[in-house]
């Protein structure tokens, strides 16, 4: 190894960070096999309280038959956010790179986000009482890391990167895969795109649970998600 060659884990600061015209992600649920690392990794890297998930995995029973369906759910930063919208306060802005953002300095804990958002993807937090969600780890983006939960994925379901950027990685996956939004009829314009995505997915994902329903230690979260 040459001396001004550097390794991947000291590639971390702002010189590293790379600019998005729309940040987003791409979610295969062909390669999803509901781990729930991101789901930990989320809640470990941005301290998430107890009861509280900012990305969440459902374990959806397939129609007519007994397999099981993995599908992680976070915000969807749309770029027609219905939640920055409906916020009384101006807390929820949206930044240069489109991703939606919740300044806790601003929240006034009105909680219309949180009935505006179709996806389920707000939370209030009751230890800061604010109202907060994903903002795909804008702390490690902005040092040239993915988001955690795309660093701890470990099947390479998650993928981060530029929208709108035809030679992306995302952009090509997300063209070669056919992938589309979730609760595409809500018509929000969302940066989050899934592949192998089917309708029946999304009433299912309303169930709340979090864990697979046998399992011994299920957790239920309170249900934001709507009908």
Known sequence: MSKEEVLPWEKIGKEYRQDYKRAGMLVDLDRCI????????????NEVPLGNFRMRVRYLEQPDNKQ?????????HCV?????????SKAIRREDDG????????????????????????????????????????????????????????????VFGDL?????????????KKAK???????????????SHEKWMEKKANTGVQLDSKDEDVTYEQNNLKK
Do not use: Q
């Open 34 to 45: 509901g781990c729930h690392s991101c789901s930990v990794s989320c809640k470990t890297e």
């Open 68 to 76: 099981i369906s993995f599908t992680p759910l976070i915000c969807m």
């Open 80 to 88: 027609d956010a219905p939640c920055l919208k409906a916020c009384p």
């Open 99 to 158: 991703r939606v953002f919740i300044d806790e300095n601003r929240c006034d804990l009105e909680k219309e986000c949180v009935e505006a958002c179709p996806y389920g993807a707000i939370s209030i937090n009751v230890e800061k009482e604010v109202a907060e969600k994903c903002d795909f780890c804008t702390h490690r983006t902005e040092v040239g890391l993915d988001p955690a939960c795309v660093s701890n994925c470990p099947t390479d379901a998650l």
């Open 164 to 176: 709108d950027n035809p030679e992306s990685r995302i952009s090509k996956l997300a063209e070669k």
């Open 181 to 195: 939004a979730w609760k595409a009829d809500e018509k929000t314009n969302p940066s989050v795109l899934y592949v």
